[in-house]
């Protein structure tokens, strides 16, 4: 028996001394991972070897090393950047470059295995001359479309201020931008720099692609740095601040540079793909860029004269072939040659031909089954009716035209309406439109405008002078329209009802700040999408009729006067058009009318864009210590000093 006893005893000894976890009353591990040496020394000069081991007192973690961290100069060929236990291990597969300064920013990459805690931003730094490097250079990167912050895009400085230097020759130092768009080139020399962002795709650290996202300027910098002291706030909790304290620190120079990105037009022409066929009446082919040339068809089981109607796209790049003849329509493939222009590997455009054959989606056999189950239920409800004595038909009726009304019953003063048609026509007619407007309970006739959107094949705009407070009714006769297959629409009411200017607000925006008189004006929701644009006049951009809600304005300076934003182009030397957001929100409510003055020019440009409306937020706040002792220290009672690792 007591033999048993003691084995008992002895297994529950072994099950207490294997519980995992932490000891009541212990004391956590919040202590980051600390750097214990490392070959070659940090800091050292002279290195010749391409192999840096970084060790550490504890088992370390590596996140996402290849965006993470940074090595400059850039490597051509990847580096193997890799965590083994206690230590990290970077093979640079570069020859080293001769009196240059090297860092490998780790961003805050590192972290202890166990607990997570962070080291922070740590960059690793070594020279192949006879001196360290230490200048920096920072600013942000914003998309010069919207202002928003490009994260993640490289920025390089060469100390070639020639124009070819960006095409011919890969940056010479080089950081990443984080999420705010900000970033912070280390390790430069004194001397005299252009700064450039670049969105390399290909990894040479060169832009010679136009799907490169870039940024550049002719300003060039001379970096340097001063003695300044910051402000640190200790805080005793999250409510009180226990001190303030005074910590000096070198201040470098520049750190305030905007760079605007953007993409060049892309004008390297090529089809994108094989012409798609979805339904049987049309075709269309997908352009990578659009030119005013059209394409040459030649019909090889088909007589292609006289045998399309083409609709584009604003860009020309999207072509949409309609099949006159319900012929065509019918058969299933039409195999043709296709002539156009596309760019050889030289940039030229040439003459490409091409022998397709454009498939029908849907058989005309498979389609025409179909079609005879459709009529079969029709006939089937029919006999229904008959049998039951109710009224019923002994021809199925053709199916109409199926018309788009973009009408609204409750209109706004300023709204365009739009008739949508699913086919090109062949006859509208425009006497079978009537817009009557009530007064005093008697309808009379209405005058309006009904014409095709321009370059537009299958838009129509109906416009009137919708009146504030008063009701109208939008009538059309059936066969109003008919398309090119001849297939005719049915008749179509609408009850209009204008909303009374009780309804709406007014704003009313005048601008300074910038000497050019193209300015264009553009009123924004909540999500940055445009409502309604004004060309500014005398400095004024008015918007009437609005809705009572929460707007943003952002203007461009429209120099071709096409009235949109126009991207730029690096060969050409020509910058994108600028690009301003008013800094607040702005509140319109009805029966008022807003005046607001706006200098364009006078916030910086990195603080314009509302942080409601930026798409791009900031990385997630980086890790931080967990500090779990000063909560242990609170919840038994006495204090907790972190900075000495005293506990009273």
């Known amino acids: 028996m007591k033999k048993l006893l003691y084995i008992l005893c002895a297994m529950c000894a072994i099950v207490g001394c294997a519980r995992m976890g932490q000891p009541d009353g212990g004391w956590y591990d919040d202590d980051p991972p600390r750097i214990i040496g490392s070959t070659p020394a940090d800091g050292a000069i002279g290195v010749t070897t391409r192999k840096v081991t970084i060790q550490f007192d504890e088992y370390i973690k590596l996140a996402d090393a290849t965006q993470k961290v940074i090595v400059s100069p850039p490597q051509l060929e990847m580096p193997e950047i890799k965590d083994a236990g206690k230590k990290i291990v970077v093979e640079l597969k570069d020859s080293l470059k001769p009196n240059m300064t090297y860092t490998i920013d780790f961003s805050d990459a590192i972290s ?3 607990e997570g805690n ?7 730094t070594f020279s192949t ?3 360290i490097d230490t200048f920096e250079v920072s600013g942000h990167v914003l998309d010069a479309s919207n202002l928003e912050p490009v994260k993640g895009i490289l920025v390089g400085l060469y100390d070639d201020l020639s124009d070819s230097a960006f095409k011919t020759k890969p940056l010479l130092r080089v950081s990443r931008t984080d999420g705010r768009g900000r970033f912070v080139i280390k390790g430069v020399a004194p001397g005299e720099y252009r700064v450039y962002a670049l969105q390399d795709v290909d990894g040479n650290y060169i832009f010679n692609q136009k799907s490169e996202m870039i940024a550049y300027s002719h300003q060039t910098y001379k970096p340097s740095s001063k003695p300044d002291i910051r402000q640190d706030t200790i805080w005793k909790d999250t409510l009180h601040i226990d001190n303030i304290v005074q910590v000096p620190y070198t201040h470098f120079y520049p750190d305030d540079i905007v760079l605007l990105a953007f993409q060049e037009v892309q004008t390297e022409r090529y089809l994108l793909k094989q012409p798609v066929r979805t339904e049987a009446d049309h075709f269309t082919l997908y352009f990578s860029y659009g030119i005013p040339e059209l394409p040459v068809i030649r019909g090889l089981n088909f007589n292609e004269q006289n045998a399309f109607l083409l609709e584009t796209s604003e860009k020309k790049d999207t072509l ?19 002539s156009y222009l596309m760019t050889d590997s030289l940039g030229v455009l040439v003459t490409q031909i091409d022998t397709v054959n454009v498939l029908a989606k849907t058989s005309y056999v498979k389609r025409q089954k179909e079609r005879k189950k459709v009529i079969e239920e029709w006939e089937k409800k029919q006999e229904k009716q008959k049998k039951r004595g109710e009224p019923y038909d002994s021809i199925m009726p053709p199916e109409p035209l199926k018309v788009k009304y973009n009408v609204k019953q409750q209109m706004d003063p300023d709204y365009v309406a739009t008739f949508e ?9 425009t006497a079978a439109i009537h817009l009557y407007t009530q007064i005093d309970s008697l309808w009379y006739n209405t005058p309006y405008d009904f014409h095709q959107r321009d370059s537009s094949l299958r838009i129509y705009e109906f416009i009137a002078e919708w009146q504030p407070g008063t009701e109208y009714s939008l009538e059309v006769d059936s066969a109003a329209f008919v398309d090119i297959y001849g297939v005719a629409s049915k008749s179509y009411k609408m009850g209009i009802k204008v909303r009374s200017m009780d309804d709406y607000a007014t704003l009313l925006m005048q601008l300074n700040g910038v000497n050019d008189t193209t300015v ?5 929701d909540k999500s940055d999408k445009i409502l309604k644009q004004a060309r500014a006049q005398d400095g004024n951009a008015d918007f009437f009729y609005l809705s009572p809600a929460t707007y943003y304005i952002r203007a461009f300076i429209d120099r071709n006067g096409n009235g949109r934003w126009d991207t730029g182009d690096y060969k050409e030397d020509i910058q994108p058009e600028e690009v301003y957001y008013y800094p607040r929100s702005i509140e319109c409510k009805a029966k008022f009318d807003v005046t607001l003055s706006w200098n364009l020019t006078g916030t910086p440009r990195i603080l314009q864009k509302p942080a409601a409306i930026t798409k791009q937020k900031p990385d997630k706040e980086q890790k931080k210590l967990k500090n779990r002792n000063e ?17 009273k």
């Open 631 to 647: 909560e242990r220290a609170r919840q038994l009672g006495i204090e907790y000093v972190k900075k000495s690792s005293i506990i």
């Open 421 to 429: 048609m699913p086919t090109p026509l062949a006859r509208c007619d």
């Open 112 to 114: 202890d295995n166990n």
């Open 129 to 131: 001359g006879e001196q």
């Open 520 to 524: 264009v004006v553009e009123l924004l």
């Open 118 to 124: 962070p080291l922070g931003n740590y960059t690793f």
């Open 320 to 338: 949409t072939y309609w099949l006159r003849d319900t012929t065509l329509v019918n058969q299933d493939t039409l195999r043709m040659e296709l």
